[in-house]
Each structure stands twice: as C-alpha cells, then as structure tokens.
C-alpha cells in the first residue's frame, strides 16, 4: 500500500516563503514524475510544478522563478520552496506521485497526497 503524506503547509505574510515535503512511503520501485497541484477556494485543482526521475522540471507560468521543485529518489521525496509568496498562491496543495511502480513488473499507477493548506495573507 502506497501512501503520500505532505508536511510543510501554514500560515506566511507575503513576500514570505514555506518548504513543503512529501514523502511516499510502501512498496516502491520507481516513480517516473512527482509534483505538485494545488487548488484554491471555489476554483478547480491546477497543476503548479513537477520533476521527473532524471531531474526534468517544468513549472505552470504563474509560479516560475519563485517556486523550485526537488526531490530525493533514494527517499522517495518531492520538495517544493515557495518564495515571494504571493495571495493568490492560497489553496491546498497536493503531492502527486506519477506513474509509480510498486515492483518492477507491476503496472504503474499514479498516487495523491491528502493536501495542505497554504494561506498568504496580504
């Protein structure tokens, strides 16, 4: 059983900064793509940034050159800085494991975090 679990979400002025973490935990062989979205109140679920297994990165417009997406393969982990935090950044924001392998001939499945609240205060 695979499992996502987020950390890192809360409270910042603008212009601050947060560091959230996800950490997939079970019977992992390989993960292709980790990332992250995020959904704000009234508003549908957006894609904000992923990272591939080889390092590959691609961010939505709206958050480049202030959100940086990581990750630590050997500890199955996606990190995500947030800085120049700005209001319209508040939302839940969801970890998102992508075409995650639990043994090397399994098929591969794609897995989501819980969320955690993010709010930008202006």
């Known amino acids: 059983q695979v499992q996502l679990v987020e950390s890192g979400g809360g409270l910042v002025q603008a212009g601050g900064s947060l560091r959230l973490s996800c950490a997939a935990s079970?019977?992992?062989?390989?993960?292709?793509?980790m990332g992250w979205y995020r959904q704000a109140p009234g508003k549908q679920r957006e894609w904000v940034a992923v990272?591939?297994?080889?390092?590959?990165?691609t961010y939505v417009d709206s958050v480049k050159g202030r959100f940086t997406v990581s990750r630590d393969n050997a500890q199955n982990t996606v990190y995500l800085q947030m800085n120049s935090l700005k209001p319209e950044d508040t939302g839940v924001y969801y970890c998102?494991?992508?075409?995650?392998?639990?043994?090397?001939?399994?098929?591969?499945?794609?897995?989501w975090g819980q969320g955690t609240q993010v709010t930008v205060s202006s």
């Open positions: 998102y494991a992508g075409g995650l392998r639990s043994r090397w001939n399994e098929r591969r499945m794609n897995y």
């Open positions: 990272i591939t297994s080889n390092d590959g990165t």
């Open positions: 079970g019977t992992i062989f390989s993960i292709d793509a």
